[in-house]
């Protein structure tokens, strides 16, 4: 197996698919901003400004963000000094690697592999790395960070870089120990036949054996001390120009000394030549497969971060949406946006996930890429883009610097127009949404709301009217709060409402005005009162109820009809995944 061929293979693919994934984040559309753009001037865009920022004054904010963000890790710092040392510690130890081991073939002495600096280095690096993986995984499968999810991705990043590790120090232990490997270096380096130099090669084993590491049958402790000494002097000879003692290795040798009471074994397997392709081969998918992997942040990261430090509110709205593709990929799963999310507690209640920041990163990647998403999928989606309260906390906190409250508004308009009826879309959490309503096209805006009322209020599809309806005897409806009898129809939470005051004709265009749905509760008429469209225009702002003579909880009742009429709608659609 020729390894060059290998390497070139390797590094191929994984140039190609960062091109490929890279140039495909301009020919991609993701809700609002550039959708419909031609791709052509989506990239004419992202290269002018790019060529524009490095020839202004925001070329020092880029350069101060690299440093800072990228290099020192200032954004993680902030937040948790143990997840700051985990990722310093992974970052730099395998970039060392990467860099002095794995790709110091093309540019570095092969001969110096084994002296110092280089040797002791390789060794400080390997167990830097061990380090943060140890702090990796104490984070998610021993301490269990509250809302912090592990998926598919996670376990390949975390197995892939664990097993690069791990391998090349066993195989570095096992290489010590190997007496196959030692007869291979004496011949093939040193120039000396066990046949032809006895004496010197003896010496060699038994001086190896005792400072190194080597493990030889029949050679052991008590040594020949005439015989070290011929063996020391040999070592002088020979060796010590291209190889310091292994103990200038401490996890490999460490590492050997935990491998030699199966020394022989191994070595009769021939184990260090398995693992050495083990390795190699661990090391080449994990570059090929980089590009499609979460590993691709490596790359995706610090470009967001530079981004968003030089890209505003003045951006063009193609780079905006080039920009917020790229977010996507430099999401790393870390969960810090869902530790501080204000929606969370929605979590707990519904038992979806993708209210949770973090998670739902996961799913709009592949909504954004063209994969297809189930309806469960699509509806849970939804309900997570809209259970939102666009608090912006995640923004703050977000280490990899991705404009989330942005990307919440720009996608959730995307997902709710594919996905189904979306109850939350008429609830005061989606108040946001109407704030930004210039932004989006009219249909676009009214769609959703047409299709929730539709599917809850019950007024245009009869099927759906039954399932809205709320029956205040029933054991649901006890959460209704039953002032609504006391009503006696003096119009003053009518007078006083906003949304009633908005429309010239109320009562035609909300069907009930507030008080004649607290009538129509009290006369029994439930199914009149729930198909009401005042339930849902209602803002919540509790008016009504502070105005009312009578002490009413006008609000609170809406708002409860609501909540009974969007749970009687899920019971029915789980009624029909049922049957």
Partial sequence: MNLAVLVYVALAICILGLFIKKLSLFFRDMGIYASGEPKARRIISGITGFWGMLFSKKIFSALWVFLADVLLQRRILTQSFTRWAMHMLIFYGFSYLLVFHALAVFFANPDEAYLNPWLFLRNVAGVMVLAGLCIAFARRFIIKVPRLKTNGQDYYAL??????????????????????????????????????????????????????????????????????????????????????????????????????????????????????????????????????????????????????????????????????????????????????????????????????????????????????????????????????????????????????KRLWLSVREAVIQKGAAQPNVLSPLSWFRGLNREKLPAEAYNEPVKKAQEALAGRFDEIMAQDAVVELGSEASKS?????????????????????????????????????????????????????????????????????????????????????????????KAGQKAA
Avoid at 509 to 515: A, D, I, S
Avoid at 557 to 568: D, F, G, T
């Fill in 480 to 572: 209704v709060d039953p002032t609504f009898a006391s009503c006696f129809g003096c119009q003053t939470c009518t007078t006083v409402c906003p949304v009633a005051g908005n429309y010239e004709n109320p009562g035609k265009r909300l069907g009930l005005v507030p008080h004649q749905i607290m009538l129509c509760l009290a006369m029994g008429q439930d199914e009149m009162a729930s198909g009401a469209a005042m339930i849902w225009e209602c803002v919540t702002c509790y008016q009504c109820q502070e105005n009312c003579p009578q002490n009413v909880g006008v609000a609170d009742v809406l708002y409860s009809l609501k909540n009974l009429a969007a749970k009687n709608l899920e019971q029915r």
């Fill in 159 to 404: 197995a892939l870089v664990a097993l690069i590790i791990v391998s090349g120090l066993v195989l570095e232990g096992s290489k010590m120990t190997s007496q196959r490997v030692f007869v291979d270096m004496v011949e093939n380096w040193a120039g000396l036949s066990v046949e032809d130099d006895e004496a010197e090669v003896k010496g060699l084993e038994a001086y190896w054996s005792k400072h190194y590491g080597l493990k030889v049958p029949g050679v052991k402790a008590p040594f020949d001390e005439e015989m070290l000494t011929e063996g020391g002097y040999a070592n002088e000879t020979y060796c010590a120009s291209c190889h310091v003692s292994n103990k200038w290795a401490p996890a490999g040798y460490v590492t050997a000394k935990i491998l030699s009471p199966i020394a022989g074994p191994l070595d009769r397997a021939n184990a260090p030549h398995i693992l050495y392709w083990i390795h190699v081969l661990t090391c080449l998918l994990g570059l090929a497969y980089l590009p499609f992997s979460k590993m691709l942040h490596i790359f995706s990261t610090p470009a967001s971060l530079v981004a968003n430090a030089v890209m505003g509110d003045e951006s063009k709205p193609e780079n905006l949406a080039t920009k917020q593709l790229l977010e996507l990929e430099a999401c790393t799963h870390c969960g810090t946006c869902s530790l501080t999310c204000s929606a969370m507690m929605g979590y707990y209640a519904t038992g979806n996930p993708l209210i949770l920041p973090a998670e739902k990163m996961q799913f709009l990647k592949k909504f954004a890429w063209g994969r297809k998403l189930s309806p469960k999928e699509m509806d849970a989606l939804a309900e997570g883009m809209y259970v939102c309260t666009n608090c912006d906390r995640c923004t703050v906190v977000c280490p990899s610097g991705i404009e989330l």
